[in-house]
């Protein structure tokens, strides 16, 4: 079967998808549960290969590893939905922590009140971040691509003059608790990032904004005359996405006990990645939080697992890129036939 | 619809005046003091320690910024306490139990760190015991992650290069509270407490060669330096740069005309070089903090065409070797890697022997000399 | 007047091509043959084929039955650089310069000279200035193309189909956008690739143009061909008979005339905007205003700046005597008017969505409550349309993209009305539908307007138009060029203005 373009007269040429042999029904079916199966089979499969790996310790340890990741990436799926992309994630993430870290050096509220303050003062940062990244996308029209690239180099550039590039340490025990603390057996970072799912859920099945983010991903020009108000949808996904970082960079640092001005380098890819294996369409429109948490999920239990194996560092990052890309043919096969 | 003027400005001047806050508190934040050292006693302490400026009062400011830092580096420190106090495991491993050991290193992206990985395995295979490498990309969350997913696998003990020396505390802790002890190989890290620590001596090397660097232009009225750093915030880096630029400043006849770091990458390296020849028409001396630095600039030295530069390096690398033989470096210092070395020493603290709580290596100049009479190899 | 048969076959020819686009049929087994050294134009309606009929003889879309034949033989082309190859070239109606390159690379584009793999520029420059002084362009061939007006851009087009060395050119509306005196040059330079000996195929709506220009004429009709003769034997009123055909389609209800009261709802004075040089018009409450004319002449883009989605540049709107002036669709939307688009697929609905949550769009905010959206009254309102349009689904969490044209169409539909609006833009409301969906739809439309709203109906369905419309304004060229009241309208009327303005 060819792979050519066909035109119709009404519409936009339409590009036959790969592997069309594949039953398009039953592909769609898969790619909704693809991700669930896919991590049931590896816990079964790392339960007998990798010693350890049920135990309570370790399953709660993937947790917390993953919530870092997780929590960026509800922001993160947002602006993919709406077919976009924020490429400045890890550095807003080492920004965040360095000026936590910076403000408990020299905070003088005692434990819990600077703490409190940190916290208060990494959100404002981060989320101011994010307001940069959309005012670069809305007012001076600058493709998010780019503009988060741009954010990406400048934003790093900053943690690190005001750190002078050194890791600054934080010894406020209050604010451990945060990436370090628990409540009963449960982690708090695995609190937070169930907090931050369910807000992230609210905001998309719950609230006007988040119809409108969905449609503007399916298609941004039918959305404006249906009334949406295109710009704004997009400023509000860039600030969430500012302030999830912020949460992120809060457990981080935490649980790193410091700020962390080089750090986070090439933190976006996890986070774009656990939202792309999670079935989110880069092409904006489609997906769901669940499929990212999975995602998310996927990703971090596959590297903890081949970590319990013995495998190979080189091995982990090859089978984790083939993981990714996988999910992503999936995601396409599934569609079938789609606008290009 | 908003001013967009109004609306772009303020997130940005809201993050500048953030900055200039945060920047304005860090001035005087240095990461490298131990814990409970306070800045006052970090100053006390460099101001009862007397400075030696050579006589070169010009630069005497300098040198004693970059010798207050030099006294809160690590590497510096454990120069001092070398092979002084032992640590004793209180509970040893029985003999017929086989020792599993992990070994996270901060990358495999620099061949010597390859080689302390060989080193380790090697060492591993000689005496009989189980050895995981673990690579953590150079990212140091993802380091705590193997580290904490080590010790999960229940092995007796944690070999580790750390990636930076802020971060990893609170997983050291989650090892210490099972029992699991640990050991630093090469770089290592303030405010825990290790089972022993066989580090480089980073700031001996820097001040070796840079006495040497001294003597050999002690002739000369004035030598403009290049100096291409390392891994940003990284304090290796900084003890070996420190040190170098100390010997050079109390010579009195060098003028260091740029800094910019190489993240001991080639590559970057290469970059930071480049720029800082374009921008400089009269070099005659270009620093690396380590040996792929210097072959970076090296390369951007022959791509500009410039002559009459030379350039030096640390840590003994094959391909410097072959760069001094022909002539287009100077000379390096041997950086031995003490992967294997440490794996014997876990072994024996694991069963029952005591082990000194610091060590430090001796470091070896190499000169075209040296090379040619046969009495130097490199060290990876 | 004789029609001359499709003898021989000339140097391009078609033989009972059928092509269907989403089952409905834009060409229904047409005859052409093209003879060199002639110019011949092709006429008819919107919709008629003419374009499909190029693009399919030009290599740029397949036939679904019937041959193509070059020079009497079958053939197949394999996308336009096959029917190039056979020297088959067109000059879009939307220009496709390539407008980062140079003029000498557009004019080469394929078959630059080259040395050792790398194109030869000093060659290239000079083959280029030999084919633009042909076409009688005087600019350096190593201008950027992007530099050139849109007249000389169109001449570095045809100085392409020359270097191309082709037999046949088609040309697809090549003075609509030119100003008089280089339509004229345009003109002549046909006529001088005519007597050069190549096959020159016109397609334009200018009718007194295409009678002094063209040797041969063919008229298509609803995608059938009607009549080709020699132009010396017809004249514009016989063309323009043959363009619409005495049959008229039974399926737009008939009614009485809307009794006209009431100050209007939407008045637009000398309105100028993106694709609009000046349109006037008024509505009132209970009336449907038909706007017809050619497409191209901004029946479109007058809704789009109406609605807010592109902004006017001279002009006044009044709603119901108050300044009206919508900055957005939102703007438009608050103040009871709204658009069902011309493109559903692109422009009217979220493909990806299910039909409750397209439905809903447009009106979040009455059925919430502050940011939170009230799933019980969105699912009260999904009911509402569906019962009252009657849109046929196995639920309204539907993936919107399984109904059929006609029940997508009542989506937009539902979804516009539930804003509420007092004045409704509706652009080819019943395009791309089935029969019986097209009359429920003017059903609808026609309850609406008994219902007080004042309707504004974009169509290039002539029998559509005329029936469902109280009153019709024509436009012409991005303007509003004249308005027939029910009794004054008929095809003949309609189109005079249409063309003639």
Redesign the interface.
Known sequence: MPTAATSSAAGPPVRRAPLTWLKGRDLRALAQVGPVVALLLLAAFFSVQAPNFLSANNLTNILQQVSITAVAAVGATMVILVAGIDLSVGSVVALTGSVAALYLQHATLGMFGSAVVAVLVALVVATLCGLLNGLLVTVAKVPAFIATLATLTGLRGLALLITDSFPISIRNTDYAVIGLGKVGPVPVPVFIMAIMFAVGYVILHRLKIGRRIYAVGDNEQSARLSGIRVDRVLLFVFVFAGFCAGVAALILSSRLSSGQPAGSVGFELNVIAAVVVGGTSLFGGRGRLSGTFLGALLIGTLGNGLTLMNVPTYWQQIITGVVVVAAVVLDRVSRGERRT | ?KN?AT??VL??A??LL??LV??S??AD????AP?GTTSAGASAAAGQRTVDDGGCTKNSERIAQLQAELDKNLYGIAAAESDKATNTNPNPVPPDKKIKIAFSIEG?SHPFLVKQKELAEAEAARLGVDI????A?????QQ???L???I???VDALMMMPA???????VLGQASAQNIPYFFTQKGML?VQPASQVLAPYANEGRQLGQWVAEHYKDEDNVNVLVITG???DASSVARVNAFEIELLKACNFTILAEQ?GQYRREESNKAAENMLAAHKDVDLVFGANDEAALGAIAAIEAAGRTGIDVVGLDGQKEMFTAIEQGKALATVIHKPTAGILVGEVVKYLRGEPVPQYKVLDEDLVTKERIETGSVEPAF | MTTLAATGTGVLAARGIVKRFAGVAALDGVDLTLEPGRIHALVGENGAGKSTLSKILSGFETADAGEVLVEGEPVRFNGPSGAAARGIAIVHQELSVIRSLSVAENVLVGSEPSRFGFVDRRRLAREAAGYLEKVGLDVDPRTPASRLSVAQQQLVEIARALAMDAKVIFFDEPTSSLPHRDSRRLLGLLRELRDAGRAIVLISHDLAEVLEIADTVTVLRDGRHIVTAPAGELDEERLIQHMIGRDLEVVYSDHAAAAASGPPALVVEDLAAPGVRAASLSVRAGEVLGIGGLVGSGRSELLAAIFGHTRPVAGRMLLDGRPYRPRHPADALARGVGLVPESRKDQGLQLGLSMAANIELSSLSSIATGPWVRRARGRRLVERYIADLRIKTAGPSAPVSTLSGGNQQKVVLAKVLATRPRVLLLDEPTRGIDVGAKAEVHRIIRRLADEGMAIVMVSSVLPELLNASDRIVVMRAGRTVGELSRAEATEESVMRLAFQG
């Open positions: 619809m967009p609306t772009s997130p940005i809201g993050l953030a900055a945060a920047s508190c860090s934040v240095n990461n490298n814990t495999l995981q490498v673990i690579s990309n150079d990212d140091v969350n705590f992650n193997d904490q997913n080590a999960t696998q229940g930076k020396t802020q971060g990893l505390d609170a405010g891994i940003t915030g770091p």
